[in-house]
């Protein structure tokens, strides 16, 4: 029998679960607390992680002098979210920004290294002078590109007719060398994603809009750029210990939290109106339950409680990824430095990657980016490989992949001392793609959730995945879990 207890009669705190120790998770834990103690709601959290360590993806290291990170390595700072979150943990005077001597970034283009053209900003260029005089498009490339100040804008009719591949904008916008030499490489280091799948909508939606409300995306961006100061590199930072910083905050504020380290939920089964968790530790009962871990494995775990909800959220992928880190002597890659200036890395389009045979993706050098990442001598380069395509290549064992990445890093760089630090970081299925109808997938996803009572989903697999967007999707599945506890009674 199912009993209503009034807010007034409830006896006890209520039982909160969180799967998933990444930033999304650790976020909603103290989003939760927080709110919690504003209402006077007692609230008993426990977070399940599977690894030994919190934070997911993001992790930095130290190996000697070094800071070194795993994973991810800047955030962006026109997002409030995480800014706003770093204020609240006293951060704020340990944000550092790339630095701004920086030469800005390289592209591998007819064999060689080029320098991407200043005001280049991810598809389109927002200076036409550096753009005009860039050899890495073709004249007539960059006709064609120059020509999307006067193409008429699309006439998008219905919402769901407005979805079309990043691939598939870029060529109608720009052309078809801006895609295969500028946008794609840019866009798969960002998303490790095929731009041939991915949703312009979900990944590009602020140039789509441009093209939408001003005509051209070119004219809209030439214009914000008269608005903005700096490079857009500018828009990065991190914290002067690294994203790994914000996670040792969170986990300082987050006392009287049962952080469950190394523990896998197994099972999840509904249990009058919550449900039982079966983990590696345990079996636990649950009054709310938070999702934070990525569609695949929150698809795997609901198959019982919800096999339609499930089935959606398996339709969300991910591609996997790898980082090689390394640590050079500077003067081994000085030739570099001496024909481009103090750069922060370079993109290897795709068609390159195939024409040159090279493995790499990307790679960076994290020691330029930020102050006091290495010492003066040294130089971190940080090589990107995987996505989606790429599968075969991560099967490899790590020695494979470190050797692949320094024999492309070898060709590419040509150092004249090897690397005397050098680790494999695996990511694997932690960058969702979000493929065309994506937004259509969360609208149905979304509507199946609201049928499942006191089941929330958060995380970089549905609205962002930039720790910004990780950071607000947290405060708003926090903020929408109170809001419920606020309203509901309880029922036994
Ligand atoms: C290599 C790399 C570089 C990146 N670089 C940047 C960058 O520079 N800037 C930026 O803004 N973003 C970057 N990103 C993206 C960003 O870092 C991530 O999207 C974000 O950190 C994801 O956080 P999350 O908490 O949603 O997921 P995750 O960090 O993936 O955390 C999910 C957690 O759930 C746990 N889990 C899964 N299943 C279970 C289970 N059954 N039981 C218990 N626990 C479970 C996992 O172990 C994992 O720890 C990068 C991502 C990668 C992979």
Redesign the pocket.
Known sequence: MMVEVSKEERVGPRRVAI???????LVTAYRLRQQAGRQSEKLEITL????PRLG???ESLRWQDCLIES??????TNKPFLLDLAKELNLSDRIVKVQSEGGGALVYSGGRMHSVPDGFVMLAPSKLLPFAASGILSPAGKMRALMEMVIPQRKVETPSGADESLADFVRRRFGAEVLDKLAQPMVAGIYVGDAEKLSAQSVAARFLEMEQTKGSVIRALMKNREKSSGARYGLFASFDGGIGTLVEALLANLPDVELRRG????RIERKGAGYLLKSDADEAYYDRLVM???AA?ASS?LSEVNPALASQLAKIQSAS?V?VNFVFEKEALASLEKRFGRTFGAVIPLKERKASNLTLIAFSFASNKYPLRAPDKEIIVRAFLGGVGEEDTLAQADDVLLRLAEEDLNRLLAPTRPAHYRRVHR?PA??PQYNLGHEALLAEIEETVADQPGLYLT??SYRG????D?VNSANLCAKKLMAELAESVYKY
């Open positions: 799967i998933g120790g990444g930033i999304s998770g399940y992680e599977a690894s997911g993806v993001i994973g991810p390595d800047s955030f962006i523990c896998a939920v197994r934070a871990c990525p494995s775990l990824s980082v990511w932690s960058m995380g970089a995945v930039g720790i910004p990780c």
